[in-house]
């Protein structure tokens, strides 16, 4: 495997260059190692082994990565989640910074004529990879998501920055029994992310990832209008760490959660992917030419693609960190940022503050 590793006090970040994913993170923390990011089971298997037609993004699926398109490639030919998730990425610039590290990939491909450059950079004691992506000239639109993924082996709870809404498309991951199953609804919506529509008529709730439920679900979360970070928390029981994933959300609306335990049983899934939650945060809607054309999300007022055009520059950020915290402990009532540090507020009431470089998402700032 092609790879890179960048590190800071405390953090290292690996990419894997043949397709731009991030094949491994570890913060070292208080005396501890946590490993946020998932690795899918196969990727060390031949690739023989592996179904011929399956995208390179899904042979080397790991960690994080950028999707541009988000699912389906109509529009422009291209795997699935597009070439940036497929394909490789060359070294610009990788050095150390005053206070950390900063490297820059840019992808072989061009995506609508843009070229796009991954920007990633650690700092010192901050527990946080921070990634901006930006794409230079082209034309058209451009639907794109960050996927990044995380693994549980005992399940775990969410909490979220405010949302309007949670919905489902109209038709689920695995329709068909014999290849696997699914629990929600399709299509379903609900403002109550506690109690979100079942396929067998009853309720579920979205912050609460049990193992016992085998299961291949999706749902898209639509962000409230409160001016600030969207965030997402997530408390890994057994793994005692809190996973914390942020965004614009002027830059990324909405928030797409893939669930994605034992429901599917043919290869290279074959029942072995467990315990996985994508958080992906996006300006999409599934499939490039539904983001352009008319959708569900556009009819809600939110944005589904980025518009490219020459001479002009389109970036968006993201960010990714791990805490300690107890075994089975809850995730935050709240997060905020602030200039230098996040104030997490936990659910017994206590306050911790943690290094973070609060101006970074561009809060409240126009950036197109």
């Known amino acids: 495997m092609d790879t890179l590793t960048i590190e800071a006090k405390g953090i290292s970040v690996t990419v894997d260059l043949t397709v731009g994913h991030l094949a491994d993170m570890t913060v070292d923390i208080d005396g501890r190692r946590l490993k946020p990011l998932h690795r899918a089971p196969w990727i060390d298997e031949p690739r023989e082994t592996l179904p011929q037609d399956l995208p390179e993004g899904t042979v080397r699926l790991s960690g994080d990565f950028l999707c541009a398109p988000f699912s389906r490639s109509d529009v422009e030919e291209a795997p699935l989640h597009g070439w940036p998730a497929n394909s490789p990425w060359d070294v610009v610039a990788s050095e150390a910074t005053a206070d950390g590290w900063r490297a820059v990939f840019r992808l072989q491909h061009l995506v609508r004529g843009a070229t796009v450059d991954k920007i990633l950079t650690l700092r010192d004691d901050h527990p946080f990879l921070y990634q901006e992506h930006v794409f230079s000239g082209g034309s058209g639109g451009i639907s794109v998501a960050h996927h990044p993924m995380t693994a549980m082996t005992d399940g775990g709870r969410l909490a979220f920055s405010p949302k309007r809404l949670a919905a489902t498309p109209d038709d689920p991951l695995e329709p068909d029994p014999a290849r696997g199953r699914f629990l929600l609804a399709y299509p379903a919506r609900s403002t109550d992310l506690t109690r979100f529509p079942a396929a067998n008529g009853g309720r579920l709730d979205l912050t609460d990832y049990r193992m016992e439920q085998s299961r291949e679900d999706f749902v898209t979360l639509v962000e409230a209008d409160h001016g600030g970070p969207g965030w997402t928390a997530l408390a890994r029981k057994a ?18 959660l893939w669930v994605s335990n034992g429901g599917r049983d043919y290869a290279p899934w074959s029942g072995r992917h467990r315990g996985v939650l994508g958080i992906e945060d996006g300006r999409t809607a599934l499939g490039h030419a539904a983001s352009l054309g008319d959708n569900w999300l556009k009819r809600e007022g939110v944005a589904t693609a980025f518009a490219l055009g020459e001479g002009r520059n389109v970036s968006f950020r993201h960010v990714i960190g791990a805490l300690p915290q107890e075994a089975g402990g809850e995730p935050p009532r709240d997060i905020t940022t602030e200039h230098g540090h996040m104030r997490i507020a936990a659910a017994d009431g206590t306050m911790r503050d943690v290094p973070f470089n609060g101006d970074f998402l561009r809060i409240g700032r126009s950036v197109f």
């Open 239 to 256: 793994e005692a760490d809190l996973i914390v994933v942020l965004k614009n959300p002027a830059e990324l609306p909405v928030t797409m």
